[in-house]
């Protein structure tokens, strides 16, 4: 326990990619914005709305690459065993995507109780994801940073277990299942009925529920790479 919660914490020792970064991107996306539709908002009639929220989980997604690739040498180079280093970086990154969230939570509701920043903004929240419930909406920000988090950490561990060979097998996996389900949907004709279902997806179930069963799978595949993986 000891040894996880020390890995936990080394994590901070580079808090520039954890935290500085993340947050620095996300708050020079949200002031980008507010300029540009504060100017524009004379001018454009729809309600203003932006993706720039993607932008800390996609910040994220690379810190946790970086994990794995400077901090996993590092750490069993001090004697860190696998096992621990994992849950270390687990426990860590729970932690953080449960700050993370409480954060962007507490920034939409500022957002909605100022009427979208005095201009009819949206940013912290998506209209057609929106959730009413509270604990599901927490949830739906806390929720992606996991999945993209161990969908980070395990792509970098199949480079580090088994190289290039790896990434270039996992790009060709990826490459025949995405290109041949694009194929078979086009000629059966899928496309409408694959937008009615996920039309008829609540917002829960796009932020919460289906990220959450991806994540799972994630986890345990990265836990068993990581016990093979070279530094």
């Known amino acids: 326990m000891n040894r996880t919660l020390t890995v936990a914490r080394l994590q901070f020792v580079a808090w520039p990619s954890m935290v500085g970064w993340p947050w620095g991107i996300l708050a020079l996306s949200f002031l980008i914005n507010l300029a540009l539709f504060t100017a524009m908002n004379e001018t454009v009639d729809a309600t203003p ?5 993607a932008s800390i989980y996609v910040v994220m997604f690379v810190a946790c690459i970086n994990v794995i690739t400077q901090d996993f040498p590092f750490a069993i180079g001090l004697g860190v065993s696998r096992r621990s280093f ?10 953080q995507a449960i700050v993370y969230a409480a954060a962007l939570y507490l ?12 201009i009819d ?4 929240g998506i ?5 009413e419930n509270p604990v599901l909406r927490f949830l739906g920000f806390a929720i992606p940073f996991l999945l993209l988090g161990f969908l980070g950490i395990a792509i970098a561990l199949v480079f580090k277990r088994w190289g290039v060979n ?3 097998t996992l790009s060709t996996v990826a490459l025949v299942v995405i ?18 279902w996920f039309a008829d997806q609540s917002g829960a179930a796009l932020l919460v529920g289906w990220p959450a069963l991806f994540t ?3 986890a345990a595949a990265s836990y068993l790479i990581i016990r093979r993986a070279t530094p």
């Open 49 to 53: 709305t932006t993706g720039g929220l």
């Open 86 to 95: 994992y849950l270390g970086n687990v426990l860590q990154f729970g932690g």
């Open 107 to 118: 920034l939409s509701m500022i957002e909605e109780a100022t009427g979208g920043w005095g």
């Open 121 to 124: 903004l949206t940013f912290f």
């Open 127 to 131: 209209p057609f994801l929106w959730v």
């Open 166 to 168: 790896g990434m270039l």
């Open 179 to 196: 290109g041949g389900t694009v194929v078979l949907a086009t000629w059966r004709g899928w496309w409408s009925a694959i937008g009615g």
């Open 216 to 218: 799972l799978p994630l």
